[in-house]
Structures are given as structure tokens and as C-alpha cells.
């Protein structure tokens, strides 16, 4: 009979497998892209709130982007500035299912951790201030976008933007995030970002795809009256 070991280890190659085809499938279903050194300087026009000395090469940046299409008429007939605060929602209760969010919620102070609640998120419109799954606080808001301001204990810091706009008979849903630090540290050691690191890129972006093709799935789900509800965690 096969060892525990044995399957054990098909077990993880299995998961493996699995998690590696589920990132390249997403992958060819969104446009997706990235950028490493310094942040495009049309950012400038989408993060306003990026100081801007980080466009400078005192700092050393990361910045990807994901963005899909839909077909107007299959998204429900309501404004779609209402339908992007119930894809904020949505997206922002899912993401708390990943690895990710569960560490964020280890290392968050105790205040902030009822911002992971589904009753708190719920409640949000995303308003400049407004704080959601412990490090994301809103720091600029318009009807068609959202940037959360996401600092790392003083060795970087970094904006998440969602936003969309229309095309034509389509809409665009996209998603950006910018990641920077002193390209020498203090110490005149170099900082390494997590999305400089492979290992946690990939399961950014995993977790970027996926919310980025469900939610734009959900609001089309809303449309013909499919969607399931999130249930509070």
C-alpha cells in the first residue's frame, strides 16, 4: 500500500498543480502587466495621492495592473457607480478567504480587526478614511474609483486602485497596485517589497486575477438574478 509519504506528497503536487493552472488560466482571461524600477509617470493621473518624489530614482518601485471587459448589457440596468460599490463590498469580504487577509488580520492591532468583519464591510461606501481589512484605507474616492493607501511598517508603502470606465457597448473594470521604497534604505541596506518577491507576486496576483474575473462574474450573476450571497465569515 502506498506510504502516508507517498500520499502525502501526491496530495501537495496535486494542490500545486492545481494552484499553478488556476493562476495561468486567469491569466489568459484578464489583461494583465507589470512594470519593476520606477511607476509609470501616468499614474500620476490615476493615484493622485503618490507623493511625487516617488516618480524619482531616490526610489525604487513595483506597479502591475489587471484590468476585463464587459459587455454593458450584461451587467444589471442600475448606475454603475452603485454596481462598483457592490463590487468593493463583494471583492473586499471574498479577499478575506485568502492567506493573505488571515495573516493581515494576525498582524493587525486590535482596533482595526473588526474592519475584516462582513458587517463593517458591508457598511462601507469607501469613503475617503474608511479603513477595510486592517491595512487598506481609502485615500481617494470618485463614483468610478477607489485607491487604498497600504503602508508596511515604515519600509514601504503602496497604493491599491480599482477603478473602471466605459468603452464603447463595454466597461472596464481595472485594477492597479504600486508598491515603492527608498531605493537605499537608512542603513544603506536595500529594502526588498513583497512584490519583489516571487513566491508572494504570485499569490498576488492569483488573488488580483481571480477577484478581478469572479466580481466582474457576480455583477453579471446580479443581471440575471444568479448571485449568491456572501456569507459573513
Not at 502516508?4 to 491569466?27: E, P
Not at 463590487?87 to 478567504?97: A, C, E, W
Not at 474592519?115 to 462601507?124: E, M, R, V
Not at 470618485?142 to 463595454?170: C, I, N, P, T
Amino acid at each position: 500500500m502506498p506510504s502516508l509519504l507517498g500520499w502525502s506528497l501526491a496530495l501537495s503536487t496535486g494542490v500545486a498543480y492545481a494552484i499553478y493552472h488556476s493562476h495561468k488560466s486567469l491569466g489568459n482571461r484578464v489583461q494583465h502587466g507589470n512594470q519593476k524600477g520606477t511607476l509609470p509617470r501616468d499614474l500620476r493621473n490615476t493615484m493622485t495621492s503618490i507623493p511625487e518624489a516617488v516618480f524619482s530614482d531616490e526610489y525604487r518601485a513595483f506597479h502591475d495592473r489587471a484590468s476585463s471587459r464587459v459587455p454593458r448589457h450584461l451587467l444589471p440596468a442600475q448606475d454603475l457607480s452603485e454596481l462598483f460599490t457592490l463590487l468593493q463590498r463583494r471583492n473586499m469580504m471574498v479577499f478575506n478567504y485568502f492567506p493573505q487577509a488571515y495573516l493581515l488580520c494576525l498582524m493587525a492591532p486590535p482596533e482595526r480587526k473588526k474592519t475584516f468583519a462582513a458587517s463593517h464591510i458591508q457598511s462601507l461606501d469607501f469613503k475617503e478614511g474608511d479603513i477595510v481589512n486592517g491595512m487598506y484605507q481609502v485615500c481617494e474616492r470618485e463614483k468610478d474609483k477607489v485607491v487604498y493607501a497600504m503602508e508596511g511598517g515604515g519600509k514601504f508603502s503602496g497604493r491599491l486602485s480599482v477603478r473602471y470606465w466605459e468603452e464603447g457597448d463595454e466597461v472596464v473594470y481595472c485594477t492597479e497596485t504600486a508598491m515603492w521604497t527608498k531605493a537605499t534604505g537608512d542603513n544603506g541596506r536595500t529594502v526588498q517589497m513583497p512584490l519583489e518577491q516571487p513566491a508572494f507576486r504570485f499569490l498576488h496576483e492569483l488573488a488580483a486575477w481571480w477577484l478581478l474575473d469572479s466580481g466582474t462574474g457576480y455583477l453579471k450573476g446580479l443581471a440575471r438574478g444568479t448571485s449568491a450571497d456572501v456569507k459573513e465569515k
